[in-house]
């Protein structure tokens, strides 16, 4: 059964740092493309960065470049997103996405059709 869990959300001061984790079950995260998306109170679902080949190969929203980071850690099968120097702009429902060739939302040449639950990050000024 593929599962997709996240945590490490919370609320913190803007400039302040997070690291989000997605431990995958079902299938080997590393084989796949995996991605993290964000959805913003009121806003749609926006593609935050994505990650394939291993781990070798990372794409970033421009809104986050520089200051987010996606990483695999293979031997646990997880995904992470390092984000620093966050803003306020950056509060929203952030989800973790797994690319299982069934078709779904497109984001940098993958299709995200498994899903998390998600996790809140809040950021105040």
């Known amino acids: 059964q593929v599962q997709l869990v996240e945590s490490g959300g919370g609320s913190l001061q803007a400039g302040g740092s997070l690291r989000l984790s997605c431990v995958v079950s079902?299938?080997?995260?590393?084989?796949?493309?995996m991605a993290w998306f964000r959805q913003a109170p009121g806003k749609g679902r926006e593609g935050v960065a994505r990650i394939y080949s291993g781990g070798v190969v990372t794409y970033y929203a421009d809104s986050v470049k520089g200051r987010f980071t996606i990483s695999q850690d293979n031997a646990r099968n997880t995904l992470s997103l390092q984000m620093n120097s966050l803003k306020p702009e950056d509060t929203a429902i952030y989800y973790c996405?797994?690319?299982?060739?069934?078709?779904?939302?497109?984001?940098?040449?993958?299709?995200?059709?498994?899903w998390g639950q998600g996790t809140l990050v809040t950021v105040s000024s």
């Open positions: 079902g299938f080997r995260s590393s084989g796949y493309c």
């Open positions: 996405a797994a690319d299982l060739s069934f078709g779904g939302s497109s984001f940098a040449g993958c299709s995200l059709d498994a």
